[in-house]
Structure formats: structure tokens, C-alpha cells
């Protein structure tokens, strides 16, 4: 396992710090990024902006609210003097990638699979960014291995039931229409981080919903990120789109995690009928929205 995930310890709901033996693969080197960010280019697949970005600037709006206009093979050459943040989105679309994630997780899958089955919706980020550059405060949907390969960061983390940081609403809303408005940052959260100081060789678990934000230490720095869905992930969204439903009529819902017995009967609720949606929607050729796929379409 390149990835060194203690099976004794590994919590899939839980942020965790570990090691890994990732730091000198050749995929990950910046010869290697240069050209896939090319070929990401060329899919649409990077995202970037300026290190003018800060830990409050909002996570959707950042490539406009701060552009950084060079291509990405450039960026990426020059990311000493870049002043900027760039993420190959979703590289799994790449076949040497793909490859490359697969074989990552597979070494981990029984590790996950033991507490969290279901591993689906692979999923590859890499992160190239300038000295001093920051990612804003956000969460994902994914459960995330973070391996820092190159450089220095500060990854704050907070747990994805801490509900001082990310109430019960924004996660809501969050899963219901994949908006991330009502998570905010102030400054008074960082009290609450978990601080993960990485270096190459160190990394990170973060689960699905874990909030987020990174400083960068004083040189370059490469990241990645290996994420996946799993059962657990799939019915916690399902449950939060049930109580967003419930709510749209004018129930109050009980907090997902709140009630087990309540959350199963939801479940149970909202499968069936999540299944008989989604046979009228093919029966009329309409498109359904499945999250139980081997790979994150890209
Ligand atoms: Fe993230």
C-alpha cells in the first residue's frame, strides 16, 4: 500500500493523518503535469485562479473573481512565478491516469470496504500552486486521500459533523442542490481546524463533507487527491435531499445523524422512490442521475 492507511485506526467518518510513499512517482512530477495539463486543457478539465484568492473568497467564484489568463502548460512550467492555483479536474478521464487512480485505490479499497463499502465514483485531482497561494474555505461530496507530493501547506480541516462551522442547513443544501453558499468562512473557525502541516511523504483523510482550506508554504507545492463515493456517502445525500424536500414543505426535518431509526425509515422511504422516479424517467428517455458509477464522469 502506497498509501498507509492503519486499518486499526481508519475511521471513514473521521479526519485522519497519515504517510504515504507517492512523493517521487513519475506521474506526479512537473514534466509529467506540464503535458497532462495540456491534454486536461484540451478536455476542459482545469480550473484555475490567482493567488489574489483568500480563505473567504468564494469557492465557485474564485476562477472569476480572480482569473489567471495563462494556459495551463504555462502556468504549470512557471509555477514558481505563476501567482497562481491550478487543479487537473477529475484526471481519471485521462487513461494513463486512470490507471494510475485505480491502482492507487485498489491497494486501499480493503481497508475502506471493511468499514465503508460501496467504493464507487473514482475519482483523481492534482493541485499544482504558486508560493503563498490559498484554496478557499469549501467542502466536497467525495471522501478524499490529500497526499502532498512537493512543497509545504497548512490543510485546515474540520470535522463533517461540526456544526458550529457548517450547520445542518448549509449541508442541506449543499447535497440538495449542490450550492455551496451557505458555507462561509470567518475567521473564528480556525480555532476549530484540525491543522494537517504537510510535507512530501505526508497526507491526509479527509471524509465527504469535511471543510476545507489550505495555505501554501513559501515554494511550489503539488498535491493529490484520490476520491470516491461509497454506500455511506451515497445515503447521507440521500437522506439531506429527502429532509431539503420535506423542508420545501414546510416541515421542519430531524438532523441527519440525529435518529437512526428515523434516518432508516427515510432511507427506506426514499430509495423506493428514488427507484421508481428513476424508472419513469428512463421508461421516458429522460436522463437519470447516478451516483453509483466506478468513475466520476468527467
Ligand atoms: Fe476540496
Not at 1 to 12: L, Q, W
Not at 48 to 69: I, Q, V
Not at 183 to 191: P, Y
Not at 268 to 287: E, H, P, Q
Amino acid at each position: 500500500m502506497r498509501i498507509h492507511v492503519d486499518p486499526a485506526t481508519f475511521d471513514p467518518w473521521k479526519v485522519q493523518a497519515l504517510t504515504h510513499a507517492l512523493a517521487d512517482h513519475p506521474l506526479l512530477q512537473i514534466d509529467a503535469l506540464v503535458e497532462l495539463g495540456k491534454r486536461q486543457q484540451a478536455r476542459n478539465l482545469v480550473r484555475t485562479h490567482s493567488s489574489d484568492a483568500t480563505a473567504g473568497t468564494s469557492f465557485a467564484d474564485a476562477p472569476k473573481l480572480h482569473p489567471n489568463e495563462r494556459a495551463a502548460a504555462t502556468t504549470l512550467a512557471d509555477i514558481a512565478n505563476a501567482r497562481a492555483w491550478m487543479s487537473l479536474l477529475n484526471v481519471q478521464a485521462d487513461p494513463t491516469y486512470r490507471a494510475f487512480i485505480d491502482e492507487i485505490l485498489d491497494e486501499v479499497r480493503p481497508v475502506v470496504d471493511r468499514k465503508d463499502a460501496g467504493m464507487c465514483y473514482r475519482a483523481g485531482w492534482i493541485f499544482v500552486s504558486s508560493p503563498n497561494t490559498v484554496t478557499p474555505f469549501h467542502m466536497d461530496h467525495e471522501h478524499n486521500f490529500i497526499m502532498q507530493i512537493r512543497g509545504t501547506k497548512r490543510l485546515y480541516t474540520w470535522e463533517p459533523f461540526d456544526r458550529e462551522t457548517v450547520s445542518e442547513r448549509a449541508q442541506e443544501l449543499f447535497h440538495d442542490s449542490h450550492s455551496r453558499d451557505l458555507v462561509t468562512w470567518r475567521e473564528d473557525h480556525r480555532g476549530r481546524a484540525r491543522v494537517l502541516e504537510l510535507v512530501p511523504g505526508l497526507g491526509g483523510y479527509m471524509p465527504s463533507t469535511s471543510p476545507h482550506m489550505v495555505e501554501n508554504g513559501p515554494e511550489p507545492s503539488v498535491t493529490i487527491s484520490f476520491t470516491y463515493y461509497t454506500d455511506s456517502t451515497r445515503r447521507r445525500e440521500l437522506l439531506y435531499r429527502g429532509n431539503a424536500a420535506l423542508r420545501r414543505i414546510g416541515i421542519e426535518p430531524t438532523p441527519v445523524g440525529a435518529s437512526l431509526g428515523r434516518d432508516r425509515v427515510k432511507h427506506a422511504v426514499l430509495s423506493s422512490f428514488t427507484s421508481a422516479k428513476n424508472l419513469v424517467r428512463r421508461a421516458t428517455g429522460r436522463s437519470v442521475r447516478e451516483n453509483d458509477q466506478p468513475y466520476a464522469p468527467a
